[in-house]
């Protein structure tokens, strides 16, 4: 897909996944912590995550609400910047680039598709799916236009205005305008939150397919198990650190995962005094 070192300059590292007989990696967090605020208030969004992402691979990220998901993922595609740590986009750390090479970045290297569509109302379906290219004063690849349109099933929709189209609909001509510059990597935040069951396996569906059949790389936060389930790989998230790393998760396997965790973050939460005071095992039995 696309080519990031054209933009970033020179790398100072290149990781490699390749003499593990594994995909090359496209993107990769190394000690990445993000906080919040100062002083009394400040909130640990991100506590030294490692985590990579292989090209041509689905992975979801899961957890609990406020673990860190969106927080990683906007640092991950240069939206926000991280406090310390470095991330390496194709090999070149891009913690170092400054404002106008994260633009192009984003513009060139990344696809976003969010929960809420985010599209142009006054645009027409296939003015919003090209928006990118027209952004970047860039031709469209029409071959390439036309087999997205295809595959997604929205030829006869091309004329047609945001409010003119369903749910399902609009995610995909959203799902068109993130792959449309061919991305090296697009994240999804809760890309089926807003849709019914039927549309959701449908964007499910073809997420999958473009990264079986394009060689996609695609980063999904979702808090739905049965969306995780579509990914070749899912991450747990808890309190700004990774707790699971699971390769073709099931969805029943990921509910109990985020169960354990939800009751784990309950019993800190709310310490009982006997725990508190180190009593819980030692107690005799009351009469
Ligand atoms: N701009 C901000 N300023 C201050 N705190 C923030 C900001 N953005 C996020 N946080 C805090 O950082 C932590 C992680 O937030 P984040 O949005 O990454 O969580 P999340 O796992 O994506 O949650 P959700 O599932 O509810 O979207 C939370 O405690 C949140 O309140």
């Known amino acids: 897909m696309g080519n990031a070192t054209q933009f970033i300059g020179t790398p100072d590292t290149v990781n490699t996944n390749r003499s593990q007989g594994l995909n090359p990696v496209a993107i990769e967090a190394i000690d990445l912590?993000?906080?919040?605020?100062?002083?009394?208030?400040?909130?640990?969004?991100?506590?030294?995550?490692?985590?990579?992402?292989?090209?041509?691979?689905?992975?979801?990220?899961?957890?609990?609400?406020?673990?860190?998901?969106?927080?990683?993922?906007?640092?991950?595609?240069?939206?926000?910047?991280?406090?310390?740590g470095n991330i390496y986009f194709a090999g070149s750390n891009i913690t170092k680039l400054?404002?106008?090479?994260?633009?192009?970045?984003?513009?060139?290297?990344?696809?976003?598709?969010?929960?809420?569509?985010n599209l142009l109302p006054m645009f027409s379906a296939e003015q919003n799916i090209l928006m990118p290219l027209t952004l970047a004063g860039a031709?469209?690849?029409?071959?390439?236009?036309?087999?997205?349109?295809?595959?997604?099933?929205?030829?006869?929709?091309?004329?047609?205005?945001?409010?003119?189209?369903s749910g399902g609909q609009q995610?995909?001509?959203?799902?068109?305008?993130?792959?449309i510059s061919k991305p090296s990597v697009v994240f999804a935040d809760e890309p089926t939150?807003?849709?019914?069951?039927?549309?959701?396996?449908?964007?499910?569906?073809?997420?999958?397919?473009?990264?079986r059949e394009l060689g996609q790389t695609i980063v999904m936060v979702t808090h739905d198990s049965v969306a995780a389930s579509y990914a070749d790989r899912a991450i747990v998230f808890a309190d700004g650190r990774i707790v699971a790393d699971v390769e073709a998760p099931k969805a029943e396997q990921?509910?109990?995962?985020?169960?354990?965790?939800?009751?784990?973050?309950?019993?800190?939460?709310?310490?009982?005094?006997?725990?508190?005071?180190?009593?819980?095992?030692?107690?005799?039995?009351?009469?």
């Open 33 to 84: 912590v993000k906080d919040y605020g100062r002083g009394e208030g400040i909130v640990h969004a991100l506590r030294h995550v490692n985590v990579r992402f292989e090209q041509g691979k689905f992975t979801a990220i899961m957890g609990p609400s406020g673990s860190g998901k969106s927080t990683l993922m906007h640092v991950l595609a240069g939206l926000d910047s991280a406090t310390a």
């Open 171 to 179: 995610q995909r001509v959203a799902i068109a305008r993130a792959l």
């Open 254 to 287: 990921m509910n109990d995962l985020l169960m354990q965790e939800r009751e784990r973050a309950t019993r800190m939460a709310s310490p009982s005094p006997m725990r508190a005071v180190g009593m819980h095992a030692a107690m005799p039995a009351q009469q």
């Open 193 to 211: 939150g807003n849709l019914d069951s039927v549309s959701s396996a449908e964007v499910l569906s073809f997420l999958k397919q473009s990264v």
């Open 139 to 165: 031709k469209p690849d029409r071959a390439w236009f036309d087999m997205l349109v295809n595959t997604l099933g929205l030829r006869e929709r091309l004329g047609h205005r945001p409010n003119e189209l």
């Open 98 to 117: 400054n404002d106008k090479q994260l633009t192009m970045l984003r513009r060139h290297e990344v696809g976003f598709i969010f929960q809420s569509f």
